[in-house]
Structure formats: C-alpha cells, structure tokens
C-alpha cells in the first residue's frame, strides 16, 4: 500500500495535470473526469490517513489493544464509505 506522502503526491501530479488542462482549453468532459479521478484519489488519501493515525487523531495512540485498533479501523472504514 502506497504511503500518505505517495498518495499526496499522485494528487498534486493530478492537480497539475488538470491544471494544464484548463490553460490549454482542453475539452470540458476531459477535464471533468480527471477532476472526479482527483476527487477519489483525495477520498482515497483521507481513508489511508485515517486509518494510519486513527489514535493519533483520537489523542491517544496506546488506548486501544491491537484487536481494539482493528475495530476502530473497521469502523472508520465503514463511516467513511457511507
């Protein structure tokens, strides 16, 4: 799995691609779908991130079991995907 860091980076990657997009009036539908492949790829990188520092996020890092820590993660999983 891609770190945090590596995911921020496709996504500024993107973000200059749409950018470059724009600036050469490139056609609205292309610019859309890569503006909506950003929007997962910023989803994706919350997901990854959440999951990453869920204790972090919390306060606590050491509050939970490891067998707690996979709940959480479950559960943050399911939130984020509704």
Known sequence: MKS??????NIIGQ???VSRMIEEEKDCH??????KAV???VA????????????ICLGN???????GKE???KLFK?????
């Open 4 to 9: 945090s860091k590596q995911l921020l980076n």
């Open 15 to 17: 973000l200059n691609g």
């Open 30 to 35: 292309d610019v859309i779908i890569q503006l």
């Open 39 to 41: 929007k997962s790829a």
């Open 44 to 55: 994706s990188l919350m997901n990854h991130y959440i999951e990453d520092n869920a204790m």
């Open 61 to 67: 890092k050491n509050a939970l079991k490891a067998s």
């Open 71 to 73: 709940q959480l993660k």
């Open 78 to 82: 399911e939130l984020i995907n509704n």
